[in-house]
């Protein structure tokens, strides 16, 4: 699929305002976040092993 000149300029265009403003976001509240969400590295790491988890245990299920 070709995207034509227009389409690749908005796409680049999306991408760098997106970025900065995800940028601005999250130095704006890095003093914040701190003291807000202590702890929460535990959390995603629980789901992302509940996840994986999940997978392994649906990949080599029928294999027994």
Same mark, same amino acid.
């Given at each position: *699929?070709? #995207? ?8 680049? %265009? @999306?991408?760098?305002? %997106? ?5 601005? =976001? %999250? ?5 914040? =976040?701190?003291?807000? @969400? ?5 959390? &995603?790491? #629980? #789901?992302? &092993?509940? *996840?994986?988890? *999940? ?5 080599? =299920?029928?294999? #027994?």
């Amino acid at each position: *699929m070709k #995207f034509s000149q227009g389409q690749v300029v908005f796409i680049i %265009f @999306f991408l760098i305002v %997106f970025i900065a403003a995800l940028a601005w =976001s %999250f130095l704006r509240d890095k003093n914040t =976040s701190g003291k807000h @969400f202590k702890g929460a590295w535990r959390i &995603l790491l #629980f #789901f992302l &092993l509940i *996840m994986v988890s *999940m997978s392994l245990l649906i990949r080599y =299920s029928g294999r #027994f």
